[in-house]
């Protein structure tokens, strides 16, 4: 890979040694994937926050680099923390875990990241264009960045996301490139998809047919037979499809690189009919009795808080059961402005932001088996290297009538 000079000076450390650590990471990522040069990137998307997930590993590695005065040279947003930073003992954590969080946390803000703590950095208003180069991390506003806006960025991991946005480049590989993005599998939807779980569920089917099969880049769909999808329902889409891989989709007349589509029929094809939405519906619907619900993966927005509060309108939380909504904060505090968030808490759901269904803890005596709209959330809740909690899937409409009278 081709170095600037400006480059090779930070590589020898001419920069201090943490740009040198960082420029040597990209470096090494680089070369092993055959990028020619690095590129500017305008924004970095940062993972690896939660204290569940990172332990003492990621408290000692953010030290390294704050001890070496890394700072952030472009603006560089963070994936949910393990816990909502203002309410955190309402949601059963305990004081160690919340200790280790806020030291976490500290450490970012020390680096000049800002600490929105969300998977949805684009509903803070952090619009992408087409074509624009960022470095993100977050598996599912990864697959939303490319998709949804045609913007360009592989999926970062914790350190490399954190190393380009230290140096503000990222080595041009993978899905920054044209060739990379072009569609490799055909979905053919014959179902009738409306409902933002139909198209989570539409995720599970197409990512569970193609999970065996062997892409460089993951499978990347080119889609027939959506009409009219709303934003979150483009967003559950790509959450599902990131459980499996896939970083990139395209949607025929929908999505922003259409120039990348074509009439051929490509070698691997599903078509996806209503018997096998009822199918995956059924296999993942609960078995057991369920005493909390988590909406909000990825992180609610505005639109979402507002289906949430009009659903639950004039209804109690049954006894003894929790219904909880993630939800981004800017969003949240917008959709609190238009009374929707007291609709929710004074029907006794509680509104959690800061943090996801998957990093956070859960009390697992308390809540043994948990409830959602979401089959993102239903892989990593249930994953064993996680929480490790059985979860099961509804539509919103119907997790709600479960949980209220
Ligand atoms: Fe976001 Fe967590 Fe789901 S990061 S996509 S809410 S698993």
């Known amino acids: ?61 953010l030290n390294l680099f704050v001890e070496k005065e890394a700072k952030v040279a472009i603006p560089s947003t963070l994936n949910p923390c393990g816990m909502d930073r203002n309410n ?150 790509g959450a599902a499809f990131a459980s499996f891989g896939t970083q990139l989709y395209h949607i025929k007349n929908i999505t922003p690189e259409q120039e990348l589509l074509s009439d051929l029929k490509l070698d691997d094809e599903i078509i996806v009919t209503n018997e096998m939405v009822s199918e995956t519906y059924a296999r993942l619907q609960p078995q057991q009795e369920i005493d909390l619900t988590v909406i909000g993966c990825p992180n609610a927005n505005f639109e979402e808080i507002r289906e949430v509060a009009n659903l639950v309108r004039s209804k109690k939380l049954k006894p003894g059961k929790e219904f909880w909504v993630f939800a981004n904060s800017a969003q949240r505090a917008i959709a609190k402005s238009a009374g929707f968030v007291d609709t929710i808490l004074e029907a006794g759901g509680k509104m959690i932001s800061d943090t996801c269904p998957e990093v956070m803890p859960y009390d697992k005596k308390r809540f043994p088996i948990v409830l959602t709209n979401s089959v993102k959330a239903q892989h990593y809740i249930a994953a064993p290297s996680l929480n490790g909690i059985p979860t099961y899937l509804l539509p919103l409409k119907q997790c709600v009538e479960l949980m209220f009278e």
């Open 1 to 61: 890979m081709e170095l600037t000079t400006k480059e090779e000076a930070i590589l020898s450390g001419q920069q201090g040694e943490a740009n040198q650590i960082a420029m040597a990471l990209l470096v090494d990522i680089g070369e092993f994937f055959e990028a020619d040069k690095l590129i500017p990137v305008s924004s970095a998307h940062i993972s690896g926050v939660s204290y569940l997930t990172g332990g003492d590993g990621l408290i000692d590695q």
């Open 88 to 237: 955190w003992e309402d949601f059963y954590i305990d004081l160690e875990f919340a200790t280790k969080q806020f030291e976490i946390l500290k450490y970012f803000e020390k680096m000049d990241v800002t600490t929105t703590c969300s998977c949805t950095p684009y509903d803070f208003g952090h619009i992408l264009t087409k074509g624009q180069h960022v470095a993100w991390a977050e598996s599912s506003a990864v697959t939303f960045a490319n998709s949804y806006f045609g913007a360009r960025t592989n999926k970062e991991d914790s350190l490399s996301v954190l190393s380009a946005a230290i140096i503000g480049k990222t080595p041009n590989f993978g899905f920054h490139l044209t060739q990379n993005r072009v569609p490799n599998v055909n979905v053919n939807v014959e179902a009738t998809i409306e409902d933002y779980s139909d198209y989570s569920i539409l995720g599970e089917i197409v990512g569970n047919h193609f999970k065996s099969k062997s892409f460089e880049f993951g499978a990347i769909p080119q889609i027939e037979g959506i009409h009219n999808p709303r934003p979150q329902d483009l967003k559950s889409l």
